[in-house]
């Protein structure tokens, strides 16, 4: 999940409102993002955002555009800097701000 402003919420929501049936993925202050996660070692990942074009930092991020949880799909637990990511689950990574 991405933070953004509400000026982004409202573009997204107008530009996606001619599609009622499209998957909901746009929230008050959040919009679903998706990410590559990639194995860098036995239990170690990097995450790469293939729309910016850019590897994320694990990092505490806060405000406008900033990863605030990342939802994993990996066969097995890894960790990305203080943060374990674990199949199914939510992992907080900021608060939006």
Known sequence: MRSCTEERITHWRR?????????????ARVVYHEVCIVRVGADEARIYDPTDGNWIEPA?????GAHVAIRAEIPVALKWGAHVLVNGQWTETALGG
């Open 15 to 27: 530009k996606w409102a001619a599609m009622p049936d499209a998957f909901d993925w746009i929230g």
């Open 60 to 64: 505490v991020q806060a405000g406008h």
